[in-house]
């Protein structure tokens, strides 16, 4: 059993950064893929940036070159670096866990933190 807590979330104005991060509970974090995902009002939950165990990372198009996905497999957490932040980058951000081992797939989502962008 993996528990997320994600951390970070503010408001913050155009142009500006935050640092997101989840901190997981449980063992084996370095085994797992992690993702950020965002939702925002009135929108289909997204893929933002995912980090895989081995480090290999993913961006959706529309914030590649402005966020940064890393871990910290020593603290068992997850970061999402922000800047150039805009308005369309307002939501909810979610950290989820998911890795398969012996056929099973295991799962596990964050309950989000607010990120408000608006000057």
């Known amino acids: 059993q993996v528990q997320l807590v994600e951390s970070g979330g503010e408001l913050v104005q155009p142009g500006g950064s935050l640092r997101l991060s989840c901190a997981a509970s449980g063992s084996s974090f370095s085994a797992y893929t992690m993702d950020w995902y965002r939702q925002a009002p009135g929108k289909q939950r997204e893929l933002v940036a995912e980090i895989t165990s081995d480090g290999n990372t993913y961006y959706v198009d529309s914030v590649k070159g402005r966020f940064t996905i890393s871990r910290d497999n020593a603290k068992n957490t997850v970061y999402l670096q922000m800047n150039s932040l805009k308005p369309e980058d307002m939501a909810v951000y979610y950290c989820?866990?998911?890795?398969?081992?012996?056929?099973?797939?295991?799962?596990?989502w964050g309950r989000g933190t607010q990120v408000t962008v608006s000057s």
């Open positions: 989820k866990a998911e890795r398969t081992r012996g056929g099973s797939r295991y799962l596990y």
